[in-house]
């Protein structure tokens, strides 16, 4: 077996977005994390690795051609291609974490990571959300992407649908840890360099924020990703 020219192609256009969304297939790299999708609800669609370590169909391809349909830059011995579930709708009977604008792959893929360590089943995306199915995503969440459910909405009308009181997260919010922080509810994180958005925060029941301890206080901002861990766990902790 070998792969074919158009199979290459496919594989390279699940690279961007627009063709992710048309094929309704994305990229799983690596041993481990197809492991994890292979054991999940997932469906697969194709897999390539240059050795038989799969209990499941796999098209055996060299070193070389794994190369080329790799994303990575030290490619791994498998890609899988799997197919995208239908979107389920968001039960709102625990913590739901909202992200408004979150546009880093990376912090993206941590924050799912997060939401499976910390049990929060469903994380709500605005519309202009880095895809969860971006490649570098999937590789960041190391699995977690099995675990959690992710809609992509409109944030604002969600938001103003929800019966769930909503916490903002702010520079000048007060802090997590002298606040009475509940089981249930909508906790909001906004964009890397903007925060959340005037129209998101116009919806905010409850203002929070982590307080600066270091004496000095010249740190501008935490990275989104570290301080929805340090949210997580506050809220987690009560």
């Known amino acids: 077996?070998?792969?074919?020219?158009?199979?290459?192609?496919?594989?390279?256009s699940l690279g961007q977005k627009k063709f992710r969304q048309q094929e309704q297939l994305f990229i799983v790299e690596g041993v481990k994390g197809i492991r994890e999708f292979l054991d999940s609800e997932f469906e697969l669609y194709q897999l390539f690795a240059t050795d038989e370590i799969f209990a499941a169909e796999t098209t055996l391809i060299s070193p070389k051609d794994l190369q080329r349909i790799s994303v990575l830059k030290t490619p791994n011995t498998a890609v899988a291609i799997f197919r995208m579930p239908k979107p389920k709708s968001v039960i709102e009977s625990s913590l739901v974490l909202a992200l408004d604008d979150i546009r880093d792959p990376g912090n993206l893929g941590t924050i799912i990571r997060l939401c499976d360590w910390f049990g929060i089943e469903h994380l709500v995306c605005s519309s202009e959300t880095v895809d969860c199915y971006n490649p570098k995503v999937v590789q960041a969440t190391m699995g977690s992407l099995t675990r959690v459910q992710i809609e992509y909405t409109d944030l604002e009308n969600y938001i103003q649908n929800s019966k769930l009181e909503t916490f903002g997260t702010f520079m000048n919010g007060s802090s997590i840890y002298s606040e009475a922080l509940p089981k249930k509810g909508i906790i909001i994180m906004g964009n890397e360099a903007n925060g959340i958005s005037s129209a998101i925060e116009s919806l905010v029941n409850k203002k929070i924020g982590i307080p600066r301890f270091g004496n000095i206080k010249a740190t501008e901002s935490l990275n989104v990703a570290s301080a929805a861990a340090i949210i997580l766990s506050a809220f987690k902790s009560h």
């Open 1 to 12: 077996m070998s792969i074919t020219k158009n199979e290459i192609k496919l594989i390279k």
